[in-house]
DNA sequence: CCAGACGTTGTT
DNA sequence: GTCTGG
DNA sequence: CCAGACGTTGTT
DNA sequence: GTCTGG
């Protein structure tokens, strides 16, 4: 459950409501430091809220390394100093990889890749030692998202259909979360990663999934409580906060596309053509004409919402929602939230922020297509990205030198064992293979 | 003592 | 790092 | 979370 | 089926 949400937001702009909402923020990361877009995936790069304590662990914090006594005395300092004044506590935005990895990981083939730390459950927090132990005493977060994905199975499985979740009012939705920061081995660069922490659905969402993420209000005591640094140890206070959402959410069926994680578009998280579905644009036109037979109309309302989508004029138009009249600014950056105009040469634009992976396997210039649509002919050839000549290039990539052994055998990122060879292999350069099993 | 886990989701 | 299992 | 790969040799 | 990449 929440393994992907909508982000499709600058950091300046999610600073900027924060702090309409009580919530300060002293400092934020660059908008470039931030994967703004609106299918937001594990390993990309986002929002986080958080109390501006010292990272700790950050450098591992306990490792034999360098001025270790050093930085622990200042940090414990500066810790208690903090801890003595909650008002004078600093809060800030920081951009950080989603997938937690504890600070005790030594070294690269990451905690995140080999497990899965994307999401926290609720009730392993409650209980003592584990994983999340010192995270949850002084790394508690909250995950900045416009709302969250969730793919509903049908027929057994076997089809599974996306639909997006958010706040009826439009305003940001907060996770409860939490974050840490490592520093590999014989690295100094600092690594900071975090988690969403999920509970039992709420009764509207149980449809969907028996899960959701722990959703705090905007500006809430509750997120205070969250943030609060100088409650440093875990509470019967804190675990009550890890509940399902009471209030109503708006939830409805979105394109397809969205499962493709390369795919990228503002058309995601407006309502998609299903007849089950009020929010839906194609129930609004079909309201407006309120007519005719099944399948003739079926068709004209496909149609106008294809020419709807296709002229970038999609809203989710019904009961007049306050809207907080946002930045209408500039047209060349995504508008905020459910987007009333959208620039028509947005859509389908994969933003070109490269890979988001900071890992050294990163880069992969290439093969960034558009947004594939099931109607190709609808293409206006707006776009055409650039380095589609694959025929020019040598390779496909400048593949670092393919380790040698394809085994699976991973070595342990947390433990010290003698293996030659370099650390941290992918195997690059990989073709087709159709079907060799099943 | 050391070695190894430390997680979630979903599916069966 | 901390806890559990052997 | 979903989509997509799932391989090797030898050559550059 | 299972693992990786995004």
């Not at 590999?184 to 999920?198: A, P």
């Amino acid at each position: 459950m929440c393994g992907r949400y909508a982000l499709g937001i600058r950091a300046s702009f999610v600073r900027h409501q924060l702090q309409e909402h009580d919530m300060p923020v002293e400092d934020a990361p660059d908008d470039a430091d931030v994967r703004e877009t609106y299918n937001f995936a594990p390993g990309n790069h986002g929002l986080v809220y958080r109390a501006d304590v010292p990272d700790y662990g950050a450098g591992g914090g306990h490792h034999e390394r360098e001025q270790d006594s050093e930085d622990a005395d200042q940090e414990k300092h500066s810790a208690s100093t903090q801890l003595e004044d909650p008002k004078e506590t600093r809060y800030k935005l920081q951009s950080m990889k989603w997938g937690l990895i504890p600070f005790w990981t030594k070294r690269n083939p990451d905690y995140g890749t080999v497990m899965r730390t994307i999401n926290a459950r609720d009730d392993s927090l409650a209980s003592k030692g584990g994983m999340w132990n010192t995270m949850k005493q002084k790394k508690r977060c909250i995950v900045i998202a416009q709302g969250f994905y969730e793919w509903l199975k049908k027929s057994g499985g076997k089809e599974k259909i996306p639909h997006y979740v958010k706040r009826k009012d439009e305003q940001l939705m907060c996770f409860a979360g939490l974050w840490d920061c490592v520093q590999y081995e014989g690295s100094n660069e600092k690594h900071y990663t975090y988690t969403i922490i999920t509970t039992d659905s709420n009764k509207q969402l149980t449809f969907l999934h028996d899960r959701m993420p722990v959703i705090l209000e905007n500006g809430s005591d509750r997120i205070r409580t969250w943030l609060d640094p100088s409650k440093s140890e875990w509470s019967k206070d804190l675990q009550s906060l890890l509940k399902p959402f009471e209030g109503e959410l708006d939830c409805y069926p979105v394109s397809r596309d969205v499962g493709k994680v390369g795919n990228n578009s503002p058309t995601f998280i407006v309502p998609v053509a299903s007849t089950d579905n009020k929010n839906n644009i194609a129930n609004f036109f079909s309201n407006v004409k309120k007519s005719t037979q099944g399948e003739e109309e079926k068709k004209q309302v496909n149609a106008q919402e294809e020419e709807v989508k296709d002229k970038g004029f999609a809203v989710e138009h019904e009961k007049g929602e306050a809207r907080t009249t946002v930045n209408h600014t500039s047209t060349e950056d995504n508008a905020p939230l459910p987007a009333p105009v959208i620039e028509p040469s947005k859509l389908g634009l994969n933003r070109d922020l490269g890979s988001d992976n900071d890992d050294e396997s990163t880069a992969e210039p290439l093969k960034r297509g558009g947004l594939k649509r099931e109607h190709p002919s609808e293409d206006h050839g707006e776009l055409a990205p650039a380095g589609k000549s694959l025929k020019t290039e040598p390779y496909a990539l400048p593949t670092k030198s393919p380790e040698k052994t394809p085994n699976k055998k991973r070595r342990s990122a947390t433990k010290n064992g003698t293996v030659k060879g370099s650390p941290a292999k992918r195997t690059g350069g990989s073709q087709k293979i159709t079907n060799f099993y099943k």
